[in-house]
């Protein structure tokens, strides 16, 4: 059984089983006679969005324990063909051509195994989930504590704006002034925030066309690194077209081996999953490739 699956599944029971206990917090706060109407509002809208995430995570688990029995189907069938007849001792047999078929097959792994390039052969959930097990396991995942002191990035109403968005170029749109203010992106730090949302500029082959080239949401760079585009069309979103602001950047890297001076890439997610967390690393992983990639990739993974 692929162990990769396996860890899969156990942590997507794990954030289901995190989603239920938050749901359950937010219930025994509302139970309380004299929360505010504007705080029953605040966490009613999260319990509704933590709801979604359980859907999504159940959805996920699904798709897993699918892709489990589809396993488990084909060992079965391997277990079931007919054996080879074995050959008595007494008896000698020449080969030669099993030599050469192993040989044959050496090779196809040696190529096989090399690394081309940084993608993983695995679906960004499966990645992502093996990818935060591994750093749970080396204590890297950490919780920050809330501050006692000091305002919030965004405001109680904000924070309830956000979660009536209704895609991920709105996310990107709502948070892109708030992200230029904490990543001080100004004329005095020369340091600019591009919207990338629809140019493919993250390459993922040594093709500089290919279409599997991917579009990381923003990312920050000197404004001498990067190369301006027009807006991408937004015609039908009303509500996007209106959150837009002539300040607004929108552009990509201007040469590939210019990935190592990016300040931050970052992504914006209506929901952040396992699927989301692994698409994430997986742009860290191609911006470190080869011997002009980042030294160390800084990705920022907002929701």
């Given amino acids: 059984m692929s162990a990769s699956v396996e860890q899969a599944v156990e942590q997507v029971a794990k954030a289901i089983a995190r989603v239920e206990n938050e749901i359950k917090e937010i219930n025994e706060i509302l139970k309380n006679p004299t929360i505010s109407d504007v705080d029953k509002a605040y966490y009613r809208q999260k319990e509704d969005r933590l709801r979604q995430k359980e859907s999504h995570y159940l959805q996920e688990k699904s798709q897993y324990l699918q892709e489990k029995a589809d396993i488990r189907q084909k060992e079965l069938l391997l277990i079931k063909r007919t054996p080879i007849p074995s050959i008595p001792e007494n008896q000698s047999v ?78 990107v749109a709502f948070l ?23 140019y493919k500029w993250l390459k993922t082959s040594g093709d500089e066309k290919s279409t599997y080239n991917q579009k990381p949401d923003m990312f920050i760079c000197h404004k001498s690194l990067y190369q301006k585009r027009d807006p991408f069309d937004a015609t039908g979103d009303s509500k996007l077209l209106q959150m837009r602001r002539s300040t607004d950047i929108f552009g990509q890297l201007s040469h590939w081996n210019l990935r190592r001076f990016l300040s931050v890439v970052l992504e914006a997610k209506k929901d952040i999953s396992n699927s989301a967390f692994g698409q994430t690393i997986n742009y860290a992983a191609h911006l470190s490739f080869e011997e002009s990639g980042s030294f160390r990739s800084r990705i920022f993974l907002a929701s």
Avoid: M, W, Y
Wanted: charged share 30%; net charge negative; with cysteine.
């Fill in 94 to 171: 020449n080969t030669p051509f099993l030599e050469d078929i192993q040989k044959d097959i050496t090779a196809i792994k040696e190529s096989v195994s090399k690394p081309d390039r940084a993608t993983p052969q695995k679906t960004p959930a499966s990645f992502g989930a093996e990818e935060l097990s591994c750093l749970e396991s080396d204590g890297d995942v950490h919780n920050l504590d809330e501050k006692e002191k000091g305002d919030a990035v965004l405001t109680t109403e904000q924070s309830g704006s956000l979660l009536q968005l209704d895609t991920e170029h709105q996310v």
């Fill in 176 to 198: 892109t002034p708030f992200l230029t203010a904490v990543f001080q992106c100004n004329r005095s730090s020369n340091r600019v925030l591009v919207n990338s949302e629809e």
